[in-house]
């Protein structure tokens, strides 16, 4: 066998071995790698048998290599995936934890949101029953430039921690921001007054899971939890919510009433008008003798009475003398 | 001793939780009771003189209620709001500031005498709140007290005993006793035929 025949032979087995692994493992090997692998065994004087079973070993070799780098490529991805994949799930876990406040008015729950985000700061809000503003102001350890906010919320100077035009509704919160320092401590909610709530939701969802003894465990515990803040009913917060929606009317019992009323108020002055007539005419009757007034007579009798009297007493005295 | 100083007196004593909140919830709204009072005192004296500065030749009805319905009725009836219940047009008292200013720009009207009184309503309507909002924390301090669902009208003499049972078994201090007994009294004597202008 001639060396071209030979050489022949080398690249048609080099290359179907190649053709055959890139059916199975995809391009992995360029035209030009297998070029060089066949140039090695070119004019070679080993036997063919033996130069096919060397380029047979060859390619294997660098098939187990690539497939073990790919092994471990595949390890790394694995890896880096699944230390994304537990950040992930710990970014679901806290989104998941912080409520959406951004259509809320709630200054309770609005305190709470920031102060989840803002783990550093201590935020604090006013008692109401202290503090005329309590439900529009809220008292922070750090600057506002610092505080992170909820979604959906910014800071201006006009309408301070705000929602404004970003709620559905329209009805949106502003909320003064006070420094906490110097603040009495009596004039604040008490923290876990504040963070009560939060934690009866994680209460709440565990009762979920467990048994009923347990339920009745935690009701009887959030029995407990009475707000100490007085507040209003929910049948009057509705009652204050749909008068400012509805138009105005007077209900059955005012359109009865009023015109009693306006009548009462006619008559009322009515009858003032009169009184006040007769005291601007009324004048005291006169001694149709002096035409003087028999109150003013009197008086200038006493007068000339009490002169009389003096005269006497002068005259008397000077006697003695 | 004050109310605050007693807040943190059961705040810092070995109470049950249950007996502390009920306690302080009560002081609270004692306090709360207080502030709204004085408001109300000083909102009433600021209507009557905004009522004598008017020009207004009437007297003051005594009952804010009453009150209150004459000068809304006054308002109503008056020929400004017949002309828009006319057109089928109905208005909040915010809205109806708004008419009145288009009126008077656009043709000139005076309404000041419906102005005058939209003013005294909003007057005397933030005074009406006010006193609505203050029954409405009375009873709902007194509910969760008794952990009971009363309304204003459904109060009963029952309640008195309910309380009296608090006091005995010492949920209730002879403090906190007596100004439960003081909110109960003050929604029981129908308050709102109380307020009036002296």
Redesign the interface.
Known sequence: MNNDTKNKLIRDYAYNLVNQMKQQYGNIIKDNQIDEIISIYNNSDKEIKEIQKEIYDLLEDFIRKYLEEIQKNNDEITKIQIENQDQLMQIDQQIENIPDVSQSTNIKKIAKVIQMLNPNADIRIG????M?DANNKIFSSIPIENIKLPKGFEYNDKNGITNKYKTGSGVYTSLEVASLNGVNQ?MLM?KSEQLKSSNENIVNKETVQNTNQQVTKNIKSE???????????S??KK??NSK???????TNI?SK??PL??E??KT??KQ?TQTKTTVMTYKKPKNPMTNQTTSSKGFINLIFASLILLTIVFILFILNK | MNI?EL??NI?SSNL???IK??R??IL??K??KD?IENNLKSEINKFIIEFNSSGL???L?PNLK?ML??I??D???SNFCKELKSKNI????DE?DKYIYQAELNNGDNLDDVKLNIRLYKILDKIN?EY??LL??L???I??VLDKDY?KDSIDDFINIEISNLLENNILDEVTYNYLIEFLNYIKSNHSLIIKFN
């Open positions: 008692n109401p029953a202290m005329s009596s008490p029995h407990k939890n009475i707000s100490k803040v007085p507040s209003i009913t049948q009057r009652q204050k400012k929606i509805n138009p105005m009317k007077m005012e009433m009023y009323l306006n009462k108020r009322k002055l003032k | 605050i807040i943190n705040e049950e939780e249950e909140n009920k302080i919830l609270n709204t306090l709360k502030e030749e009437y007297e009805e009453y319905i004459l809304k009725g308002i109503i009836e109905e208005f909040t008292i109806l709140d609505e909002d409405s924390i009873i709902n301090t509910n969760i309304e």
